[in-house]
């Protein structure tokens, strides 16, 4: 187990709110499918630099893909909500300040950087 994949617990209440619906191929453990979601979400790399613990990424990404448009992910999202509502606030202190030449003159031509490079 990695240091940030699903703990036992954290398993136990995702692992009743997933789709079962087998076919005439036998699925691939879902919790290794969903430590790969994560991990790819959490690193924000791209899906195919998956490590090779979590299977073949285009399995990871598939359903990843199959389960968004099912509603799945806000299924589960709804229902862990739910169980723990006191761990929904949010602070946002954020503050966004504009460059001081952002307050100069307006209007006028936009020139690409592009065009400053070129000859």
């Known amino acids: 187990m990695a ?18 619906k087998p076919r005439g191929v036998a699925r691939v453990d879902d919790r290794r499918v ?8 959490r690193t924000g790399s791209p899906w195919r630099d998956l490590p090779e613990r979590y299977g073949p990424y285009t399995t990871v990404y598939n359903r990843f893909n199959r389960w ?27 503050i966004i300040r504009a ?11 936009i020139t690409p950087l592009a065009a400053l490079v070129a000859d």
């Open 99 to 109: 460059h001081q030449q952002a307050a100069a003159k307006k209007g006028g031509p």
């Open 68 to 94: 968004a448009k099912a509603g799945v992910w806000v299924q589960i999202f709804e229902t862990l909500a739910e169980k723990s509502p006191d761990s929904m606030q949010f602070i946002d202190s954020s």
């Open 3 to 20: 240091r940030f994949d699903l703990t036992d617990g954290e398993w136990g209440l995702i692992q009743p709110l997933l789709p079962n």
């Open 34 to 41: 969903l430590n790969g979601i994560f991990w790819v979400l």
